[in-house]
């Protein structure tokens, strides 16, 4: 079996027009700058996709590349040439297909999309996530985790992650992605409604893309995670794939302040308080 290695992505620029309100709060122009238990959010991001082995290059789009390599870790990094910066465009969607033409179009394949958000990540959910795309020889995956799983671990946080009610669980999104074929290009249209769907206002984003019946199983949790692979295959005419992921913290993004908060409490917990040093 040959081996893939992956071009990482990471959107990080502020939507074009729209003021992000946890930056705001906190003061700072872009939400992937404000430390997080004293290091960035995007230098954290960047920091664990380095030590993926599925990754090859790292590539994060922005507005201003300057913006970026102000963060010590983004510095760094780009100065051991292990990452480049792309153009972010108006929406979510152009800035991936942006990307993939400025990192040379079909040769940006496979392609591993990120948050700079995703700052409670790991390698290790990366690379699992990663491996089983190559094992199950996915052309476009995503990655949910049960929610019986987080709830377990962390209770009461069901208002914090993207929750979709199917017949065989309840799913949470977690805000990652691949596209690994130039078939697969089709599939960066759910991006559109940027991306997470656990938002009852961007689920109807998908109506135009798999159809009215397939919408409804869906939106009233009337097939399986199973049954919705196989629809959105055939939608995009496809091998697509959800990757199950057994990580209670792969649906946890910084999406706003309750969330911000829980993600940074859980990391003192792990690494002591390191928000005073910084």
């Known amino acids: 079996m040959t081996t893939l290695r992956f071009t990482a992505l990471v959107l990080a620029a502020q939507r074009p027009g729209i003021v992000n309100a946890l930056a705001s709060h906190f003061g700072v122009s872009h939400k992937c700058t404000l430390p997080v238990n004293g290091t960035p959010m995007l230098d954290r991001v960047v920091g664990y996709l ?5 990754v090859d290059r790292i590539a994060v789009s922005i507005e201003d590349p300057a913006i970026a390599l102000a963060l010590p870790g983004v510095k760094k990094l780009h100065d051991a040439g292990r990452i480049v910066f792309t153009t972010s465009r108006q929406t979510l ?5 942006g990307a993939i033409d400025e990192l040379g179009g079909p040769s940006a394949l496979p392609l591993f999309i990120t948050t700079a958000d995703n700052c409670l990540h790991s390698a290790e959910i990366v690379s699992y996530f990663l491996k089983d795309i ?31 009610v199917l017949r065989d669980a309840i799913w949470s999104n977690c805000n990652i992605y691949s596209v690994v074929t130039e078939r697969a290009l089709g599939a960066i249209e759910l991006f559109r409604a940027g991306g997470q769907f656990g938002n009852k206002k961007k689920r109807r984003a998908l109506l135009p893309m798999v159809g009215l019946w397939s919408f409804l199983l869906y939106r009233y949790g009337l097939t399986t995670l199973s049954g919705l692979e196989k629809r959105a295959g055939k939608a995009f005419g496809i091998k697509a794939h959800c990757v199950r992921l057994p990580f209670a913290d792969a649906p946890i993004d910084a999406d706003d302040l309750v969330s911000y908060e ?17």
């Open 93 to 97: 969607s152009q800035s991936v297909v």
């Open 262 to 278: 829980f993600i940074e409490a859980r990391l003192k917990e792990r690494e002591g308080d390191r928000s005073v040093a910084a």
């Open 50 to 54: 380095a030590d993926v082995p599925e």
């Open 134 to 164: 190559i094992n199950t020889g996915a052309e476009a995956a995503w990655g949910m985790t049960d929610d019986a799983l987080i709830q377990q671990t962390y209770p009461g946080t069901g208002k914090i992650t993207g929750r979709h």
